[in-house]
């Protein structure tokens, strides 16, 4: 246990997590000044520091105890776990939280050209990747020999300057594999970000700090999944009207000024609300519905 009082969370500095990491830090309140180039950002507002590094490093910075927070992809935290067993180094964590951001996969690409009969048709192979201990898991699931090559960037190109028989790269939208001439043909591994903890035991002071945040971050995620939605509905079909309504919170139903044959209800819909559910709900002769954005939060 060390004696530093200021909470330490590593993110990453610049990159695909990056902006949607330091929101979150900021709808849970913290006021970071991360305009400058230093490494070490202090929280002005709250005793925490925010260490800004490569996304690579954050998983080993957290094993170690070097910092008490990570916000890092599942993929990044997965692949520096099995590296780590390997080399026989500590790769304990705590996964606090899922985030809901970063979504991506992991997946096996080949040239269009390529006949894809099955996970056998890729025994022998090659790819290049910057995920092997990924790469070597899901071969010996599924019992194929796969040789890889290491590739830190650019490993879309890979196939076509003759360096490897296909890649296993992370993908979102799949436009990037499509402008390579690449098609996926496995998907290996599903990642979003997630919040890690560091399984040192951290002080009192610390531990108070991360007791307040914590359920900020919690908060910050289910408003961010969440809307508020009123709306008139008529008085008898309150019942059909609740039952259309995304998520499980019970709809609150509030008397209307002047109207006997109308409602006001107001939900919090913890699911997506789309617009099939306004079509229907203007069918039971409700209206005015409102869909509204949820800042923040708690219990
Ligand atoms: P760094 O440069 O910080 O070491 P990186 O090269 O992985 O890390 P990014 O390309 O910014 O940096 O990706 C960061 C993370 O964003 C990935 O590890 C993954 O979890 C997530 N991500 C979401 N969508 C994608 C995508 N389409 N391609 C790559 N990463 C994605």
Redesign the pocket.
């Known amino acids: 246990m060390t004696t530093e009082t200021r909470l330490r969370i590593a993110m990453?500095?610049s990159?695909?997590?990056s902006d949607e990491t330091q929101q979150l830090l900021k709808r849970c309140g913290l006021k970071l000044n991360v305009a400058d180039r230093r490494l070490l950002a202090h929280v002005t507002n709250t005793p925490i520091d925010i260490m800004r590094v490569?996304?690579?490093?954050i998983p080993g910075l957290v094993m170690d105890g070097v910092c008490d927070l990570g916000i890092v992809?599942?993929?990044?935290l997965e692949e520096t776990a099995l590296e780590r067993i390997l080399l026989g180094e500590k790769a304990e964590y705590v996964k606090t939280t899922g985030l809901n951001f970063?979504?991506?996969r992991l997946s096996l690409a080949m040239p269009e050209e390529f006949e894809y009969q099955g996970i056998k048709s890729l025994d022998g192979l090659r790819f290049a990747t910057t995920y092997p201990q990924l790469l070597k898991r899901f071969a010996q699931e599924n019992g194929i020999n796969i040789d890889f090559c290491l590739l830190k960037?650019s490993v879309e190109v890979a196939p076509r300057v003759g360096l490897a028989d296909g890649i296993c790269d992370?993908?979102?939208t799949g436009a990037t594999l499509e402008a390579n001439g690449l098609k996926e043909v496995e998907v290996i591994y599903r990642?979003k970000?997630s919040l890690i903890q560091s399984s040192t035991t951290i002080n009192a002071e610390k531990q108070a700090i991360l007791d307040t945040l914590l359920p900020r971050i919690q908060g910050v995620m289910k408003a961010k999944e969440s809307k508020y939605i009123m709306l008139h509905a008529p008085k008898n079909k309150i019942e059909e009207v609740s039952n259309l309504m995304p998520g499980k919170e019970t709809p609150t139903v509030l008397p209307l000024a002047g109207r006997d044959d109308l409602v006001a209800v107001h939900v919090v819909a913890t699911e997506t609300f789309f617009w099939e559910t306004m079509e229907a709900l203007k069918v039971l002769g409700c209206d005015s519905i409102l869909v509204m954005p949820i800042e923040k939060m708690m219990g």
């Open positions: 990453q500095k990159g695909r997590l490569r996304s690579s490093d992809g599942d993929n990044t970063g979504g991506c960037g992370l993908v979102s990642s970000a």
